[in-house]
């Protein structure tokens, strides 16, 4: 047995090891042309103005970031019309979402969510010693069942998480849907608005006519709710690690305490207040995934493959066969995407909607994946050797 199998943590113990999600070895051979529509990430990265402010960021490198990110939370706090004590920067969303486990879970508690969601629910909670329970999906469709989320809290529960839209499926909840839902949650928990893709959601949903989200209602009335936000999706910051929360001060002070020193740095601080005046930026990003959304779901339609309609940067498309072998056609052309065996889905993959030239490379070297099949594709592996 290994050396330290018996000094570790059981939590670190019982997580199972977690491999790079990417790139694989085979795409970091040729990282830079490759295609990468498989980690939601923006094609169009920072607006040349954020890379400006971050170049002038760069000369002050040598000092320690402020902890506190006190300029960024004020502009935050001004841009929410929040207290910016109601406001946590943290080193992206996922930061956050660990944060909240470590300060609200423990052994033998609980968190909620459902089954075929954001992957790192389940990682955040079982480091922190918990159980992460996951509630069913609506039956032969791809949307949260929420009626099956209440069901599964229990007097252990202390967070449900709900990614809206969510990761993998891009299926939104409208906001009186949500509305109805808090009113039914029991006090002792706290219901975490995962809003990464906040500002795809908003554009789909005024295309659309329909109401997207509330959430900053139910904090401002002192709701049980935290919401997440962040500079990683729209903005294209998802190197840089920036993202926040909204949520009760009593409870962010708590988070806050658990927070690593200095964990956002200075640069990226600088980023981000650029970030939230890149209005010009983001409509642009938004407005391309919007029309890119239709392309790509015509595209795949055409190819006889079943797409869901998105409210995010991503889609989340059924194939009808193995995804992974699929996924696999596609890396060899150069074009990577995310098969979703791990979420239970090993027929669909999750494709990040990219630029024109981006899509259109995408949908030549999928239909070339079908011609070929699985089994074209075991031939050629095995005349490889590989
Ligand atoms: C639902 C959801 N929440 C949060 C994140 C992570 O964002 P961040 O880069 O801010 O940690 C992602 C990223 O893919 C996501 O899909």
């Known amino acids: 047995m290994s050396r330290f199998f018996d000094l570790v ?9 977690v491999g790079a999600s990417n790139p694989t070895p ?44 006190g300029e ?26 660990s944060l909240l486990c470590q300060t609200l879970l423990a052994p033998g ?30 039956s032969g469709e791809d949307s949260f069942d929420l009626e099956a989320i209440l069901a599964a809290i229990d007097a252990d529960t202390r967070i449900v998480f709900l990614a809206n839209p969510n990761n993998p499926t891009g299926t939104m909840l409208e906001a009186t849907v949500v509305e109805r839902f808090l009113t039914k949650v029991p006090g002792h928990v706290v219901v975490v608005l995962d809003e990464a893709y906040y500002e795809f959601a908003l554009h789909f949903a005024a295309l659309r006519k329909i109401e997207y989200s509330s959430s900053l209602e139910y904090v401002r009335q002192g709701s049980s709710v935290v919401v997440l936000r962040t500079f990683s999706k729209a903005h294209g910051l998802a190197g840089l690690r920036v993202g926040y929360g909204l949520g009760p001060a009593e409870l962010l002070g708590y988070c806050a305490r658990m927070r690593n020193t200095f964990s956002v740095s200075s640069v990226a601080q600088a980023a981000a207040l650029a970030a939230l005046d890149d209005h010009q930026h983001v409509q642009l990003v938004v407005e391309n995934n919007a029309v890119q959304s239709r392309v790509l779901t015509q595209g795949l339609s055409a190819m006889g493959r079943r797409v869901v309609p998105t409210s995010a940067n991503f889609l989340f498309c059924d194939l009808g066969e193995d995804a992974a072998s699929f996924a696999t056609r596609l890396l060899e052309q150069g074009v990577a995407v995310r098969p979703l065996g791990p979420w239970g889905a090993p027929n669909c993959i999750r494709v990040t909607i990219g630029t024109a030239e981006q899509n259109q490379a995408f949908l030549e070297a999928a239909g070339r994946a079908v011609a070929r099949g699985p089994a074209g594709h075991r031939a050629s592996s095995l005349a490889r050797g590989t």
């Open 72 to 97: 960024l939370r004020r502009k935050l706090a001004t841009h929410h019309k929040l207290p910016p004590e109601q406001v946590l920067v943290t080193a992206g969303s996922t930061a956050m979402l």
């Open 109 to 138: 508690l609980n968190a909620v969510t459902s089954e075929r969601s954001f992957i790192v629910y389940s990682l955040a909670v079982q480091a922190a010693g918990a159980h992460l329970v996951e509630a069913p999906m609506r």
């Open 9 to 17: 943590s059981t939590s670190a113990r019982n997580m199972g090891s």
């Open 26 to 69: 085979a795409a970091l051979e040729s990282r830079s042309q490759l295609i990468k529509l498989d980690s939601n990430e923006s094609p169009f990265g920072p607006s040349a103005r954020v890379v400006d402010a971050m170049r002038r960021a760069l000369s002050g490198a040598n000092s320690y970031p402020d902890d506190d990110c």
